[in-house]
């Protein structure tokens, strides 16, 4: 077992250029995110093509753009992702990816690493001024009740959309492994039949927390690792024709149950991030 390496905590006059770095960044990301739902998203949109074309067009664009915001964070010392087998990401079709959600960019990081990517969007996004226009382009679903969900999550799994979803629904409170997870990733999975991709994202510094404003830019270099776990299939929790919802409630229980006792696990071991 190897131990975490953080980086160094800068103090005083040092610190300032990576608060003016970091700072520049999410002003840049929010007025991006502006001009592009005014003038390049709605292009791709209604560039001539089927809809999945245009849908498809759109969530390439938005992956680039944060792939971009990824390395400016980078460049001014906010984070350091690392990934390893970043290839099957990218090749993963049709699967619900969960991951826990530690910092304020986890939804940046992993769109960046996953060019085919939808997620569920809650409803405040969709009246911010500065995203609204990109997750609209985009077709993000809506977080608008329990049956439209489904029906949306499922319409979106067989065209070959990856889902990703963050199961402790806000990001993790400081002090704590996770956060309780939501039973929705698992009623997905096993009303949907479809594989699940759990993801760990590894952290070895606090920052950009709930807990904190998103002014207040880190010290340290927050190291991140992408950790890529083994598929996990529905079939051992479904029961073959089963239509007793209280036996496919128990099942999605006991789904989340086990995805959280595997990341608590994941989570209590610790690896070095170079």
């Not at 980086?7 to 040092?14: E, H, I, N, R």
């Not at 569920?120 to 077709?139: C, D, P, T, Y």
């Not at 529905?234 to 149950?257: C, F, H, P, W």
Request: net charge positive; aromatic share 8%.
């Amino acid at each position: 077992m190897t131990n975490f390496t953080p980086a160094p905590k800068l103090t005083g006059l040092a610190y300032i250029p990576r608060w003016i770095g970091g700072v520049a960044c999410y002003i840049v990301f929010g007025l991006g995110g502006l001009f592009s739902s005014l003038t390049l998203l709605p292009l791709l949109k209604f560039w001539p093509g089927s809809h999945a074309q245009k849908i498809k067009r759109v969530r390439k664009a938005v992956h680039i753009m944060f792939k971009g915001m990824v390395a400016m964070l980078t460049a001014a010392g906010v984070i350091k992702v690392s990934t390893e087998n970043a290839y099957l990401l990218r090749n993963m079709k049709g699967k619900i990816i969960i991951a826990n959600h530690p910092t304020l960019v986890d939804v940046v990081v992993m769109i960046s690493l996953i060019p085919n990517a939808g997620c569920i969007v809650k409803q405040a996004l969709w009246r911010n001024v500065f995203l609204r226009g990109v997750v609209s382009s985009a077709g993000y679903i809506p977080n608008r009740g329990a049956d439209l969900l489904l029906k949306d999550c499922k319409s979106e799994l067989e065209t070959g959309t990856n889902l990703i979803i963050f199961p402790e629904g806000t990001r993790t409170q400081i002090g704590e492994t996770i956060n309780q997870f939501a039973r929705g990733a698992a009623n997905i999975t096993l009303r949907t039949h479809t594989e699940l991709i759990p993801i760990v994202l590894r952290t070895n510094a606090t920052g950009l927390s709930k807990q904190q404003p998103w002014y207040h830019i880190p010290a340290r270099t927050i190291g991140m690792r992408v950790e890529i776990g083994d598929p996990r299939s529905y079939n051992e929790y479904i029961s073959t024709g089963s239509v007793d919802t209280s036996l496919n409630a128990k099942k999605a229980r006991q789904m989340t149950r086990d995805l959280e006792h595997y990341y608590k696990q994941q989570l209590d071991i610790t690896h070095e991030i170079t």
